[in-house]
């Protein structure tokens, strides 16, 4: 259980980054606080040649609101999130997925921008970041760019980040003044990938969802969102049925394969189950800020 | 401190200082000058036979010192022993090389060996060993292995059987046809995996020139390996020396000598360099033995009032590739005897099949076939109960051996040595509230929330205090379960204390050292307790089986008061008394009536050193050995009860709470009884709730790590309430029963009692282990749709 | 190709030089001797490895030594300090919190780690906080008492938490990061 040989590179810079991913355009992996990326080199699953540790890089553990957005630096680790009055009073989707992340020692060293970038459909905060809507700002020496999580999320373990773009920093609007968000998460046991996840945003306009968002962790190759639940939730109060119809929604788009983890309508069932309790403790949530 | 009571305080741990800083010596802490790292190539598959083995590359490595397979252990290691070899059983034991030279049989089987200076450059090495395999047919489970057309694992052990062995008492035939109410079940005990926190590790020193072995090892029992190493490696059991100082944990499973061990050793003569050998834990859960994983079928006849008249058991249990040490011991002799449990069933009947399969081999884990037997007597307990719609309580009351029948035999023909069965009952019922609990229950399933509240009754005996040896060369267990001990009082007034049990976290350092002080007058910071090095110690047969304090600690005792009538005497002399006169308390000798000339504790001993002035004939010195071998087995046994709420929806089981009652008999130290109780019922839970060792159709392990086996963290064990009977051993001096299996024995059927009554209105009766929420969603939903009931 | 690192450990720095593939935990226990630090599944799972770094606990086995250049690391052998055993220690002995003791020294600093942070969590609070570490002896009761009576001890009087540079912001120098350093002094 010990990883094969490779160089390790600490730079002090963004541009020093973007040189050793030019130098290394093959064989190279960014390495955040390696919780996931570390595991695998040990298994021997991924070999990379070059490790590039961005510890050293400035302003990369941003946590604040900024411009209508709460900025999160691609080096916030888990703790840092779990720990902060701003994220949860204003932001509890995310405090509730920081605090189930593997386990407490774990977040300790792992990082939002680790946990999005490696884009296992196991983690976090891909679904909660769908829900939420968050965009992510990705840096090259051609500039920098922000995309939508929609987009940034391609596929299993595959991101839209270039060969020589770094993920710096994901941008979540902040919350309407009616508004409320919820990640709940199923999982055998602590440090396990979830046997399904969900995270849900609502905001309210009086009694009535003016927006939702709902993201699903590992029951599809990556997070998924819940477009058909979210557009019927819209213009509707969350009644018991309104909340029990959009969790049949949000189960449908699941798309799960079966494992130790369950059968395929076990792992539907769970997502209709942790929709609904999403749902209402969003809801709750929301009437308790207004 | 003065002496006061030692016997039942709860005198903080002796070991505990070295533990809590970090100067503890596990056997991987060891590092001796020269020392070479061994790392072990094993097979990825379950059953292949070799065709090419290729070691030249990873031989080529810088920093590799040698490079060896099985073909080089011939005529120098011999294969791994089996020491259970349970009679009139047409017993086979297959042939168990420490490498496999031509065939592999299970995921897991050694292949090869690299030892390089340090682990990484082994485990480099690893990768450059080539191996190209031929696979062939693999059975992995035992119900299929035994079925004509199997893969077979061996030309010598026609259907993968291994053994058959029957056990017969009164006409358990007789008796089911018989009753007005037969029962059949089938149970599933799952395999697990155990997961000491320590993985194994070997740490093998050859000395060339002295013709001597010294191995550092992580296990339960030194002098066991000690005289394994003897006669399969040709080395003379008095040039050897194992030595286990810290051991992580055990729970059965560093009972083994495995080969892991043997390579190390082989190693370290070959190249004559210390080889340390640490599994990881990937190999750990490979090829370190595996628990349970017995399909048994049970059929209960009683009569229509709910008495229990006969009882017929069948048990396939799942022995892995190769018959591990004491494994054929385990689903037969150490689970048969027991399973009519606190009852008075006599006719009684079991056949158990031991299966070859393409698989990890099996041996014991903590309980080891009692924890089955309890499971299975327990539930059918329950199933009786809901057939004849009766209340769990009144069934085993009704079915209780009485207090006043003691010494008892029951169906197991075990002489069951005291017991009071209902007493521990009474207060486990009293400390839940049964009746309030009922009710509750009754108003919330009109409530219909869906949650379900269930209640689980386990009324368990275990047999325990491993064993007279008479009994164990009966049972063909290759060794005595006698223990040794010596108790030496030095000058200065320290003591020494030797046992040939190993604790390994049980905290006997700390209770013999109670039970010295108690008798000897010696505060407990003066005595020393050693035991783990064979050269220090005579004999020993090792920490298992709740054992140690009923066999070891009665033999500290019995050599302790010993030492106290030799005190006595030479107290006598140095007081110009007779020796009848002398009395004594806490350490002090003295006239009785005079208690103002006093002889200490501390005075006898400096002078019994240095013999100034000794009485005629009496011998200097004060130490004295004594060799205890008990006259029968103990049997603890207590009331578990645990109530859970289960939620329909996702099926998650919710343990609100656990009630432990337990009688172990005399307790020495009430904080360390506890602790082994709470620790035993962690483990029973896990079983109940969240362990299993999986393999798929090729005979992977699918649950290979800790991230896909679930061994229970902190949230997933409740706060365990516990509370103590006491119904001391009657046929040994401490009246201690043992402790250290009774929470896993009691507890499993504990909780799936409870689940099964939190689900018993939508008709479920059974739901196999481990009660996983996605297993208990799976049946809720079958039953509300009408289907099976898992019955 | 080896790398030279400088890490302070128990407020003893060392200049060493590693593989950049050396994991932290085989750099603490096969380089400084640190063995009091184990090793228990090698997956992130069982926290046997647990280490203080820069004042947050983590696994061992799933950091690079690299790093922790330039880090403070404290370890189970810097707990106690002049002579005194810190209260999570005491506390551990006092409520049977540990039978093999393996576990034991990850599960004090991770539970040190808590403490810093939150000086009186629930039983609640603390079982989830040792959700990283497993432990197969104890059934975590006894733990949780410990965790609890440590708690206790160090809120009362001269027993202050012991300072770290990290979470809790304290930044006093030494401390659990550095060394651990006992919360003895009055």
Redesign the interface.
């Known amino acids: ?2 990883p ?1 040989n490779f160089s390790y590179l600490a730079p002090a810079s963004l541009p020093e980054v973007w040189d050793a991913l030019h130098e290394h355009p093959d064989d190279a992996k960014i390495l955040a606080g390696g919780q996931s990326l570390i595991p695998l080199m040990k298994f ?1 699953l991924a070999n990379p040649a070059y490790l590039i540790d961005l510890r050293h890089v400035p302003d990369m553990d941003t946590l604040a609101e900024r411009d209508g957005a709460l900025v999160l630096g691609a080096m916030v680790r888990e703790a840092a999130l779990e720990r902060s009055p701003l994220i949860q009073q204003r932001y509890p989707g995310i405090h509730d997925a920081s605090a189930v992340v593997a386990d407490p020692l774990v977040r300790n060293w792992a990082t939002v921008g680790g946990n999005l970038a490696h884009a296992d459909p196991a983690n976090d905060h891909p679904a909660m970041m769908l829900a939420l809507g968050a965009r992510v700002v990705a840096q090259s020496p051609r500039g920098r760019r922000e995309l939508s999580i929609d987009d940034f999320l391609v596929d299993t373990m595959e991101t839209a980040l270039q060969p020589d773009e770094v993920l710096v920093e994901i941008h979540v609007p902040q919350p309407a003044a009616r508004s409320g968000s919820a990640y709940l998460k ?1 999982e ?5 990938y979830a ?1 399904a996840a969900v995270g849900v945003q609502l905001a309210f306009d009086g009694e009535v969802i003016s927006h939702a968002g709902i993201g699903l962790t590992n029951v599809g190759p990556k997070a998924i969102r819940a477009q058909q639940a979210e557009a019927f939730l819209v213009g509707k109060q969350p009644s018991d049925e309104t909340v029990r119809e959009a969790a049949r929604l949000a189960a449908q788009a699941a798309d799960p394969t079966a494992d ?4 395929v309508e ?1 792992k539907r ?2 997502v209709r ?1 942790l929709t609904a309790r999403a749902l209402r403790l969003a809801a709750q949530r929301a009437t308790a800020l207004a | 401190m003065s002496v006061t009571r030692m016997f039942g305080a709860s005198v ?2 002796r ?12 056997t ?2 060891f ?1 001796l000058p020269g020392m070479l790292q061994m790392g072990v190539l094993r097979s990825p598959y379950a059953h292949a036979r070799i065709t090419r083995l290729d070691t030249a590359k990873a031989k080529a490595l810088a920093g590799v010192h040698a490079v060896f397979t099985g073909k080089d252990l011939e005529g120098k290691v011999a294969p791994m022993p089996c020491a259970w070899l349970v009679p009139d059983a047409d017993l086979k034991v297959p042939s168990y090389t420490a490498m496999a030279t031509d065939t592999v049989r299970f995921v897991g089987d050694a292949v090869a060996i690299v030892v390089a200076d ?3 450059i082994a ?2 090495a690893l ?1 450059l060993i080539e191996v190209e395999y031929d696979e062939l047919p693999v059975v992995t489970n035992q119900e299929e292995a035994l079925k004509p057309g199997a893969p077979q694992l061996y030309s010598d052990a026609p259907n993968n059987q291994a053994f058959h062995w029957k056990f017969r008492n009164g006409d358990a035939d007789g008796a089911l046809q018989r009753a007005e109410v037969r029962l059949k079940q089938r149970f599933i005990q799952q395999r697990l995996v155990p ?5 194994r590790s070997s740490v093998a020193d050859w000395n060339a020139g002295a013709g001597e072995l010294t191995l550092y090892n992580t296990t339960q029992n030194p002098h066991i390996v000690r005289f394994l190493i003897s006669v399969t490696q040709n080395i003379p059991e008095h040039k050897i020396r194992v030595i286990a100082r ?4 055990g ?1 059965g499973s560093k009972i083994p000598y495995y080969p892991g061990d043997a390579l190390a050793i082989f190693a370290s003569r070959m190249l004559k360099r210390p080889v340390r050998w ?1 599994e ?3 190999e750990n859960f490979v090829a370190t033995i595996h628990g349970r994983d017995q399909i048994i079928d049970v059929e209960l006849g009683a009569t229509r009032d709910g008495k229990m008249t006969g009882l017929k058991v069948t048990n396939l249990a799942n022995m892995g590739a190769y018959l591990s040490l004491a494994a054929p011991g385990v689903p037969t002799w150490l689970f048969a005897l027991i399973v009519p449990g606190c009852y008075t069933i006599q006719d009684y009947a079991c056949d158990v099949y031991g299966v070859l399969t393409n698989t990890t081999p099996t041996d014991a884990y903590r309980g080891a076939g009692r924890p089955e037997a309890a499971f299975l007597i327990e539930r059918m307990v329950d199933l009786l109960a809901g057939e004849l719609h009766m209340d769990p309580v009144d069934v085993r009351r009704k079915n209780f051996i009485p207090a006043s029948a003691f010494p008892y035999t029951n169906g197991g023909t075990l002489s069951y040595d005291s017991g009071d069965y209902d007493k521990s009952l009474d207060l486990a019922l009293k400390m839940v509230d049964y009746e309030g609990f009922r009710q509750r229950q009754a108003e919330a399933r009109q409530q219909g929330k869906g949650k379900h509240l269930g209640i689980g009754l386990s009324t368990y005996v275990e047999v325990c205090g491993l064993a007279p040896s008479k009994a164990a060369g009966a049972m063909g267990f290759q060794g005595g379960l006698w223990e040794p001990a010596t108790v030496r009082v030095l000058a200065t007034g320290k003591v020494i204390v030797l046992t040939g049990t190993n604790p ?4 006997e350092e700390t209770t013999f050292a109670q039970l010295v002080s108690e008798e000897l007058g010696v505060p407990v910071e003066d005595i020393d307790v050693v035991h783990g090095d064979t050269s220090a110690i005579s004999m020993g047969w090792g920490t298992y089986g709740s054992r140690t304090t009923a066999v070891g600690g009665t033999a500290v005792l019995k050599a302790t008061l010993k030492v106290v009538e030799k005190a006595k005497r030479l107290a006598a002399h140095l007081l110009e008394a007779n020796v009848e006169d002398i009395t004594h308390d806490h350490g002090r000798y003295y006239v009785a009536g005079s208690p103002t000339k006093v002889k200490t504790i501390q005075d006898i001993a400096l002078m019994a050193n240095l013999a100034w002035d000794m009485p005629e004939g009496m011998a200097p010195g004060l130490e004295e050995n004594h060799f205890h071998d008990p006259t029968n087995f103990t049997f603890p046994f207590g009331a578990h009860i645990c109530i859970v709420e289960v939620d329909e ?4 089981t919710k343990i609100l709470r656990y009630i432990a009652v337990d009688d172990v008999g005399r307790v020495i130290n009430p ?2 009884v ?3 109780v ?6 029973g839970i896990g079983q109940a709730l ?1 362990e299993h060792a ?1 393999y798929d159709e090729r005979g992977n392990l ?2 290979g ?4 086996y ?8 409740p ?2 309430e516990t509370a103590r009977t006491e119904t001391p051993c009657p046929h040994n001096l401490t009246g201690v029963k043992g402790v250290g299996e009774t ?1 896993t024995i009691a507890s499993s059927q504990a909780v799936v009692n409870a689940v099964c009554d939190a689900l018993a209105p939508l008709g479920i009766k059974n739901i196999d282990m481990p009660l ?3 297993k208990v ?2 049946t809720i939903q079958a039953a509300r749709a009408g289907g099976t009931t898992g019955s | 190709m080896k790398q030279s690192i400088r890490v302070t450990v128990n407020g003893e720095e060392h200049t060493s030089e590693v ?1 950049p ?2 994991l932290l935990v ?1 750099y603490l ?2 380089q400084l ?11 992130g ?2 926290g ?1 490895c647990t280490v203080m770094l820069d004042g947050q606990p983590v696994k061992s086995c799933m950091v690079l030594a690299v790093q922790a250049d330039g880090a403070q690391v404290g ?3 810097g ?2 300090a002049n002579g005194k ?1 810190h209260p999570i ?1 005491d506390a ?3 409520k ?1 919190g ?8 990850g599960m ?1 600093i991770a539970a040190v780690g808590l403490l810093e942070r939150n000086p009186d969590p629930s ?1 609640a609070e ?3 906080q ?15 008492a410990a965790v609890r009576s440590a708690a206790e001890a160090m809120r009362a009087g001269n027993a202050q938490p012991v300072a770290t540079s990290g979470a809790s912001g304290a930044g006093a120098a030494g401390g659990v990061a550095g060394g651990v350093a006992g919360g003895e002094e009055a």
């Open positions: 259980m010990i094969d021997r199923l055998r046991k602590v440090g396990d046997i130790l983890r369950g059968p076990y069932a769970i189950t | 903080k741990r070991e505990d200082p070295r533990l809590i800083t970090g100067d503890g010596m596990f991987d802490d590092k340090d682990s990484y485990d480099d990768d997961n000491a926190m320590e993985p810290d051991v992580g944990g729970f640490t990881d834990r990937r390994h976290g049980q905290g929806e996702t099926g998650e904080m360390i506890d602790g082994q709470q620790g035993g019922v962690a483990q969240y999986i699918t649950t790590s800790m991230l896909d679930t061994v229970p963290n902190a949230t997933q064990i706060f365990i929470g996983t929420p996605e969603w799976r | 593989e593939r050396t085989t226990r096969e001797d640190l063995t009091g630090t184990h090793i228990g599944c090698d997956t799972q069982c046997a370890t189970v052998e707990l106690a055993y220690q551990f002995w006092e049977h540990l039978q093999c003791g393996f576990c034991t020294p004090m039983d603390i079982r989830e040792l959700e990283g570490n497993l432990c197969r002896c104890t059934g975590y009761q006894n733990i949780v």
